[in-house]
């Protein structure tokens, strides 16, 4: 029998005009963060770093996607997870909870369509940790349509092409055991980019040269006319100061940007995020291991290095530069001359600021 509640609550949905974006205060990203009392949550900011809104999670996040039209944000648990909620980021309540398949695990990134009729999942077989992308109907309660090959082993970031359905996916190449994420297979990972057409077919794949299989590719950045960033994360030999920055186009070779030698060391084998700026001219790469951030322009030169303890979510900034949020609660502005703090609060803020204009 329908309660009270439930009669209001339908009488609303259909009186009240459609909800968008700016009924949520028109969030420029969307961050997962530790609270002081030791909860999780999702938060919206806005330009300057503000949070807008702070929405309970069940378990720490990671990454988030936002539906293009609709206040929906889809919040990913920390990979391997098993849990990704549909949050109304106005009222704040869990519209679905998705689960993967039995043997599946979620791995901490999706993105929706152009339209926004479908949302993609990075999944891995749990056992084998080969990859697969999900597919989810966002006009069905977001019902599980069916699932594709995502064309590797361990896939993480996954991105959809400006302008078209097709998707970047970030092979990392690396097995892990099921139970403690033992990596298993370091000798012989074999990382790749992996673009897949609308219908699920592989378009293009490109591997590293051989002396960087171990370096496992984590996650993506798109500049406004096509090109893939990507950010690494070195499983080799720690003494080896190898790139953390690729960048790619389709139809071309992968091709490795690498810093000076002494900035190389800084970043401790360990890229945690990465973001062109507005303009397209600059790629910000951070290291929370490192405890840096380095900015290279947007053919691969390295520009600088700049200290930021914990600092590992990144986007870019209205207009000049980017801005970057680090464990420690710090919302900053960064360009290539340096930090200017922002707004600082009790969230310690976990590896990823997602824009909204994606």
């Not at 005009?17 to 009924?23: E, Q, S, V, Y």
């Not at 028109?26 to 999702?42: E, V």
């Not at 996916?169 to 673009?195: E, H, S």
Request: proline share 7%.
């Amino acid at each position: 029998m329908a309660t009270r509640r439930h009669i209001l609550a339908g009488l609303l949905a259909t009186t009240l005009p459609r909800l968008g974006w700016a009924d949520a205060g028109n969030p420029a990203y969307l961050a997962a963060a530790q609270g002081a009392g030791g909860g999780f949550d999702l938060h919206g900011l806005n330009a300057a770093g503000a949070s807008l809104f702070a929405i309970p999670l069940p378990a720490r996040g990671h990454a988030a996607t936002a539906h293009p039209t609709r206040p929906e944000a889809v919040a990913f648990a920390r990979r391997p997870g098993i849990y990704a909620l549909v949050i109304h980021c106005v009222t704040g309540q869990v519209q679905a909870r998705l689960t993967p398949p039995a043997g599946r695990q979620f791995n901490g990134h999706g993105c929706f369509s152009q339209d926004g009729a479908v949302l993609y999942t990075s999944e891995v077989v749990a056992e084998t940790s080969e990859g697969r992308i999900g597919l989810w109907d966002a006009a069905r309660g977001y019902a599980r349509m069916g699932e594709w090959a995502s064309g590797g082993i361990g896939p993480h970031d996954l991105r959809r092409l400006p302008g078209r359905d097709v998707l970047v996916v970030a092979n990392g190449g690396i097995q892990t055991d099921p139970d403690d994420r033992t990596k298993l297979n370091i000798a012989t990972m074999r990382p790749n980019l992996c673009y897949l057409t609308p219908e699920g077919a592989v378009q293009d794949q490109v591997e590293l040269a051989a002396e960087y299989y171990q370096n496992s590719i984590r996650h993506l950045a798109l500049g406004p006319d096509g090109a893939v960033a990507f950010a690494l994360q070195w499983e080799g030999d720690p003494a080896d100061p190898v790139p953390l920055l690729g960048l790619h186009r389709m139809g071309t070779s992968a091709r490795l940007c690498p810093a000076p030698e002494a900035e190389a060391y800084a970043m401790q084998g360990y890229a945690g995020s990465i973001a062109f700026d507005a303009s397209g001219g600059l790629i910000g790469l951070t290291s929370p291991k490192g405890g840096v951030v380095q900015i290279f322009g947007a053919e691969g030169a390295f520009i600088a290095t700049h200290s930021r303890p914990d600092a590992c979510g990144i986007a870019a900034a209205d207009a000049a530069g980017f801005i970057v949020t680090d464990g420690g609660g710090t919302v900053s502005h960064l360009t290539d001359s340096g930090f200017a703090p922002l707004c600082r609060g009790a969230a310690a803020w976990d590896n990823h600021l997602v824009p909204l204009a994606t």
